[in-house]
């Protein structure tokens, strides 16, 4: 079974000073591991991914996470916010085990605000 | 634009009534998702197409629910006799068979109310 959990529903950050945002997953297979963004009124959009390459992943938006697998975590990282971040966030884990559906498998979600 | 669509965007409709919404998928795109999300929740897997072939249902999905990929392009996801439980938005997803890093792509979605 997989799963991830999403350790803060909100954060709330000052434009300009760095965001985390918190994963853990779980996964009895080689994950797939996924940072999605949903603005208001907007479709899921990929900020990145982790596929077995490298372990620290950029993605867009200043947005890097870094996959640590003796600690089951892939936290979401930007060293400073603007206020264009302000949106929720998903962490996302699928299979790589062959033959699967691929199937995503959403965490809760994380509000980031963005105080000015 | 190349993106996946999806229509109608909204619809609210009475308690009973049966709704049905389209899915178009980004034109190579083998691999068709639905998913489900309710307020203050992630997403949640409902169903997955390889072509025009369904290879995978959710628990979720009870009997009312219905989803067709005739031709292996665009899709349908019919729900009959809605509930107030079914408001949610009803995400559709794309994606490359031959894409090992299983990246997906959403539309906008559907948000449905029953009333």
């Known amino acids: 079974a997989q799963s991830v959990t999403q350790l803060d529903s909100h954060v709330s950050v000052s434009e300009g000073t760095p965001v985390l945002l918190r994963c853990n997953y779980s996964?009895?297979?080689?994950?797939?591991l996924f940072w999605y963004v949903q603005h208001p009124n907007k479709g899921l959009q990929l900020l990145l991914k982790?596929?077995?390459?490298?372990?620290l992943v950029k993605g867009i938006n200043g947005f890097e996470a870094e996959f640590k697998k003796s600690e089951t975590s892939f936290h979401l990282t930007k060293p400073s916010a603007h206020m264009s971040d302000a949106a929720e966030y998903f962490c996302?884990?699928?299979?790589?085990?062959?033959?699967?559906?691929?199937?995503?498998?959403f965490g809760t979600g994380t509000l980031l605000a963005v105080q000015p | 634009d190349t993106g996946v669509s999806q229509d109608p965007r909204h619809k609210i409709t009475k308690r009973g009534q049966n709704v049905t919404f389209r899915c178009d998928p980004i034109?190579?795109?083998?691999?068709l998702y639905w998913y489900r999300q309710t307020l203050g929740q992630g997403p949640e897997f409902l169903t997955y197409f390889q072509n025009e072939a369904q290879l995978e249902k959710s628990r979720l999905l009870s009997d009312r629910f219905s989803a067709e990929r005739p031709k292996g392009s665009f899709s349908t996801l019919e729900i009959q006799r809605t509930e107030q439980g079914d408001s949610a938005m009803y995400l559709c997803a794309s994606a490359k068979l031959s894409d090992n890093n299983n990246e997906q792509f959403f539309g906008p979605g559907t948000r449905l109310t029953v009333l």
């Open positions: 996964s009895s297979y080689s994950p797939s």
């Open positions: 982790y596929t077995s390459a490298a372990t």
């Open positions: 996302v884990v699928t299979s790589n085990y062959g033959g699967a559906t691929n199937k995503l498998i």
């Open positions: 034109s190579e795109h083998n691999r």
